[in-house]
């Protein structure tokens, strides 16, 4: 933690450093688990998920789905897809950025 102090600048910018540093590890590697499974897989798992949202909106609506918001959860379904990817990249990319802003580099930077 010394090491870190010192190129953090303060123990509390240490911290911050390890704990956005280990979340951006743990995001890459769920990254990668679920970028590497096969796509039955990941399939299924989408699948469940929107089982479960179609569970509620037919609870909502009594018991039966209508058409329309049928074929509206089928569109839901690719645009929460591919939201979902944008969300854990841009979590990532905080994660990163604010780790990258406890070392002393940026506050060398900063202080000019």
Known sequence: MNRLKLICG???SAV????????SILLMVTIFYFSAQPAEISQNT????FATVE????????GAVPPMVDAMLLDLH????KLAHGFV???LGGCLTASFCCTLFLKKLWKK
Do not use: N, P
């Open 78 to 81: 690719a645009i929460l897809r």
């Open 16 to 23: 911050g450093f390890l704990v956005f540093s280990i979340i």
């Open 89 to 91: 990249y841009f979590l």
């Open 55 to 62: 569970a509620i909106v037919a609870k909502l609506y009594g």
């Open 46 to 49: 989408s699948d469940g998920f």
């Open 10 to 12: 303060t123990k509390k």
